[in-house]
Every structure is written in C-alpha cells, then in structure tokens.
Nanobody, 119 residues
Framework: QVQVVESGGGLVQAGGSLRLSCAASKSIFSINVMGWYRQAPGKQRELVAD???????TYADAVKGRFTISRDHAKNTVYLQMNSLKPEDTAVYYCNAAEYGIAWNRDYWGQGTQVTVSA
C-alpha cells in the first residue's frame, strides 16, 4: 500500500509558475513509476509527466520544455515544476504511484490539487 498526498496547487496568472509536491508514504526507491496526471472539466485524465525508478522521465507533448518532474529520495517526494503556465493547463492535478511485477500491478492516487491559470 502507498499513500500519496499532493500539495502546491493554486491560482496563477498566465506565464507564471507553480511547483506541485507529492509526498509518498514509503520510499520512492521501491515504487516503479511516479507520475503526475491532470483532468480538466469534461475531459479525460491524461498523463502530464512521469519518472521511472531508474530516473527516466516522460512528458506529454503539451508540457515539454515548460514542466519538469523531479524527486527527492530523502523526502520520498516527487515534484512537478510548472513554468510558463497557460490557461489550458487549468485542471485538477493528481499524483500517481504505480507498482507492478509479474502478473500484477497496482495504482495509487492522491486526492488531487487544483491548478487554475487565468488569462
């Protein structure tokens, strides 16, 4: 079992920055993938960025060059630095911890944090 708790959302003007944090209840060394997803009203939840245990990162095309995912093992925390924010980045952002092995997988989600970008 993994609990993840997001923080850092808020209201920001277009062009501004925010940093989201995701604190995990256990060592992120042992978690296969940590990721950030978002869901805007009326849209499906989509991957924003993730980081694999070996440090490999993946970004959605819409955020490449603006968002950066990083982690602090000592704090069991994953961050999402969001720069040059746009109104279309407005969404609820969710942290995900994915664990898997041979023939099994588990996903753990946080409660979400609202990010609102005003024009």
């Amino acid at each position: 079992q993994v609990q993840v708790v997001e923080s850092g959302g808020g209201l920001v003007q277009a062009g501004g920055s925010l940093r989201l944090s995701c604190a995990a209840s256990k060592s992120i060394f042992s978690i296969n993938v940590m990721g950030w997803y978002r869901q805007a009203p009326g849209k499906q939840r989509e991957l924003v960025a993730d980081i694999v245990r070996d440090g490999t990162t993946t970004y959605a095309d819409a955020v490449k060059g603006r968002f950066t995912i990083s982690r602090d093992h000592a704090k069991n925390t994953v961050y999402l630095q969001m720069n040059s924010l746009k109104p279309e980045d407005t969404a609820v952002y969710y942290c995900n911890a994915a664990e898997y092995g041979i023939a099994w997988n588990r996903d753990y989600w946080g409660q979400g944090t609202q990010v609102t970008v005003s024009a």
